[in-house]
């Protein structure tokens, strides 16, 4: 038995030998230390690749792209193809070591497109296939879906499928090319279990240990335009009142047996506005009637301060939630300042978490608060 079984064995030595670096890079915390990335708005066209501080990052996410909703497959024009080229070469020169992925879908796309996609086998094959072609074609390090959000429990089963047919193309590609399996990562909730128009569906957890590199959860927007009767701390990391904080969705993910090295926070680099409906009545919750400054109430950190020293605004910062709210006239922006995100990413420190990301990069001023965060988390 042993003599007949020897040559098979030398052939698996051997084919592990050629493709030695091709393993998946589940242990990325412990090597490469905490994940700390960016999102790059496509769209923002004062603010280049180039213009990315990426001493601050390890990983830059290109927003977004996405595929045809007939074929699934992504259809690149040109000058598509010569944005994603320039992200992924103008960054890589920059900081060979930092990871590019090519993030897919965003809040503008919303559930529908990925819900259809990821409804059959045919569908999702012809999906993954066309991501793992995009990404090494512009040369990315990986794939971040932005599926926002599943909204069935059947959802959700397809969203497990995609995963783990995702997790077996990427391998296969990985052994057949001789390169590094590219990243596999997503874009999730703040916690795992959803409850949005009534109806309950929770993330795959066990798959997503399995398949995915990281999720990035966004612990953001948890109040907005959406509600314009009362102020609130969009990113509380924790709220005396609710369960509606960062503190208890990364809780959540833990609790649902997350791997820890896996879950990363979400930093949100803009405020939300409102305009009181009493300029006297101004703390976290007061009486609202409609939107501030920004697009519909959403103002980037560096406009944020801007507003402030161009009306005198009175800042407040307040500890029950760790947030910053300012307030002139009936205009009233909650958002996150260098301090509060000192605390978040300490926070997510001492949970052992795998690191923190911001939404969105070109809204820093002058690398304050991005600055603040990678200092705070250093090995
Ligand atoms: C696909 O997108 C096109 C263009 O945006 C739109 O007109 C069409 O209704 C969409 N089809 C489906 C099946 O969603
Ligand atoms: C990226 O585009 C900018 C112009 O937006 C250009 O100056 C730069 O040379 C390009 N970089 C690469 C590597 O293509
Ligand atoms: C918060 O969640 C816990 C369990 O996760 C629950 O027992 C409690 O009732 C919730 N609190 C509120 C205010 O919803």
Known sequence: MEFLNAPTISLV???????????????????????????????????????????????????????????????????????LKNFTTTLHKKKPSIKTLLSIGGAAEGPILFSHMASSYDSRKNFILSTIEVARKFDFDGVDLDWEFPQTPIDMVNFRHLLHEWRVAVKKEAKSTCRPQLLLSAATYYKPEITLDNVYRKYPVKSINKNLDWINAMCYDYHGSWDLTTTGAQAALYDPNSNVSTSYGLHSWIKAKIQREKLVMGLPLYGRTWQLKDPSLYGIGAPAVDVGPGIQGQLGYADVEKFNIQNNAKVVFDLSTVSVYSVAGNTWI????????????????????????????????????SRQASKTWVI
């Open 13 to 83: 030595i051997l084919s592990l030998a050629i493709c030695s670096s091709t393993s998946a890079t589940n242990s990325m915390y412990y090597s490469h230390g905490p994940n700390k990335g960016a999102y790059w708005p496509s769209w923002s066209i004062d603010f280049p690749p180039s213009a990315i501080d990426t001493t601050l990052f390890s990983h830059a996410y290109y927003a977004f792209l996405s595929p045809n909703n007939v074929t699934f497959k992504f259809d690149v024009d040109y000058p598509t193809a010569l944005s």
């Open 334 to 369: 909650g958002y996150d300042d260098a301090r509060s995100v000192k605390i978040k990413v300490e926070y997510a420190k001492t949970l052992k978490i795998g690191g923190y990301f911001f939404w969105a990069v070109d809204a820093d001023h002058e690398w304050k608060i």
